[in-house]
Each structure stands twice: as C-alpha cells, then as structure tokens.
C-alpha cells in the first residue's frame, strides 16, 4: 500500500536537465573528492562532543507522529543503498541505520526494493536540482527545511557551499546526536513556519530552498506561508519540493495508508494534483517560474519503462503519489 507513497514524478523537457542520467557518476566523484570533508571527527576536534558510535553504544531514537516519517524514509535509502544493483550511494544512511537503535522492519516492514527505489529515485531527483544549483552557485546556501535525518549534505558537498537544516526541535535534538553540526553545516531548531528561520540564512552567494516530504504534513494556507515566505526573502532563489496528490492526501486523512505491522503513515492535509501547478504562482507576486522535474530513471522494468511513461500520459499523471516542483523567484 505504501509503494504509492515514493512515485515519482512526470517528464517534462524543461526539467530534464535537473534529472541528468549521469547524477550517479557525480554521486561518486563527489563521495571520493569530499569523503573526508565536514566529517563528525571533525566536529569533535572541534570541541563539539564525541558521536555515538564513538561512545561505543547504539542510539535510541524514539518518536511519534510525522517526525517519525523521517525513520521510514532513511530506512528506505539505506535499504536502496545497499542494492549492488543500485545507481544510489548513500554510505551516510547505511551507517546511521546501523547506528540507531529502533524496529526498523518490526515498525516499517521488512525491506522492500520496489519502496526502496521509489524512495532513492526521489531523492537523487532532489541531489540533481541541488547539483545544478551548487554548478551555477558553488559558494552558496542550501537551506533544507524539514530534513530529519536526510544525508543529502555529503552526497552532494562540493567542498565550498554553505548548509542550513531547519527542522522542529525534537527532531534536531535527534539529528545532532547523529550528525552534529560542522563547519559548513548548521542546525536551526524551529517549525517551517516560524518567521525567524528565514534571519540565519546568509543569502549573499545564492539561497536553494528544499522541502523534501514537509509540505504535504501542512495545511494549505501553511503551504502558501513557506511558499511565500522564500519568495520574499530569497530574491533570485529557488524553491525545490514534492507533493502528493489530492486523492493521496484525502486516503492519507482517513487513516488508509499503513503497514501490515501497523505503521500509519501521519495525515497529509494538502494535496496537489499535477494540472494545478500554476496555482502555486498565487502564492506570491515574486514567483517567476513552476515546473516539475523529472526523476532519473530506475531499474528494472517498472522504474526504467513502464513508469517513465506513465509519467506522460495526462490522464493517468495525477495518479502519481508524488511530484517534484521547482519554484524560482525574480531578482529584485
């Protein structure tokens, strides 16, 4: 039931750029060129305190409603990563699910490689928007709201740019047990909502903002709050982030979408199908461009054929559980 849940989205030829069919090969690049950079030894040399797998004990994490979801989906990566057959490298998710003491396949199931691409294939969609953005703006700043324990710092660092994750505080408590805080990544702990994030952001080298599984937990009017909120203060910014469907987030409301082991996954208020992008121009008088980008292609025959074309077809595009967006704001 929850296969439906990480789909991904429709091809369009102005987003195939960000959906490069080479990202894999830039993954690698970067892991080997960076794989010593902004690493937790390094924090510690630092004075910021030693990492749980130093201190020889695994992590207990323990949380419930949406800020749980941030479990499911590293356990899906991790699971993906650890494919031989994968194009994704994710080593940061696989060490932490290791790390962390929690039922991973008790609560979630056990490991599903359908779910676990669907999930590596929506977020290698977000590395390449933010590859391409680090391409244009290799000094700037990737602010990503809602990150839980998402690893896409290290499979995307270039070695200059500047990381800001902003995310509820029991979450952050949790992520800087994990992944403390380095020289070039920070850790603001407040809602997506609350104006003061927007202050900790240095826009001087370029701002890209990512929403990766936040804005769906919203309801509307909060959808059009973050929204408008970037576009005001990021001038020449960029927005990138998902969305399920109206018919996915009504399923979700009325408790329809859990696991055989009795995982729910949390309501979704807002939903938006995959016409309506141009709605998402309301928001704000500064929003220039909307589209949606494309994912890479996957294995096998429903990821690498069947669903690429799925994807095209009008009358069954909004039948996606997912889509990804990017919003670009004028220069003022």
Known sequence: MLEAYEAQGRSNK???????????????????KHRRADRPGDARRAGQGKTPRDRGGRV????????????????????????PSTAFQDPRAVELVD????????????PSPFLAQSQSLRVRTFDSVVRHFLGER?????????EGLETQFWRVDNGRMRWLTV??????????????????????????LDPAWPDQVDTARGV????????MYLRPPEVR?????????????????????R????????????????????????????????????????????????????????????????RRLPVVRNLRPTMTVLTRFATR
């Open 138 to 146: 290799p000094d700037g700043t990737v602010v990503a709201l809602g």
């Open 247 to 310: 018919w996915f987030s009504a399923r979700t409301t009325h408790g329809g979408m859990r696991t055989p082991q009795g995982f729910t996954v949390p309501p979704m208020p807002w939903g938006m199908d995959a016409g309506e992008l141009r709605k998402v121009y309301g928001a704000h008088p500064h929003i220039t461009e909307v589209r949606e980008i494309p994912p890479p292609r996957g294995r096998g025959v429903y990821y690498g054929a069947v669903e690429p074309v799925l």
């Open 60 to 83: 207990t994490v323990t949380l419930t409603g949406v800020p749980e979801t941030l479990l499911w989906t590293l356990y899906q990566r991790a699971c993906d990563a650890r494919d």
């Open 14 to 32: 102005r987003g195939e750029r960000y959906a490069m069919d080479d990202d894999e090969r830039h993954q690698e690049q970067d892991r080997r």
């Open 167 to 192: 995310d509820l505080p029991e979450t952050v408590a949790v992520r800087l047990r994990l992944l403390p805080d380095g020289e070039r990544r920070r850790t603001f702990a407040c809602s997506a």
């Open 99 to 110: 790390t962390v003491d929690y039922p991973f396949a008790e609560t979630f199931g056990p």
């Open 208 to 215: 890209l903002v990512t929403a990766q599984g936040l804005l």
């Open 225 to 245: 709050e973050v929204i408008a909120t970037c576009a005001e203060h990021f001038p020449g910014g960029a927005l990138v982030f998902d969305a399920v469907p």
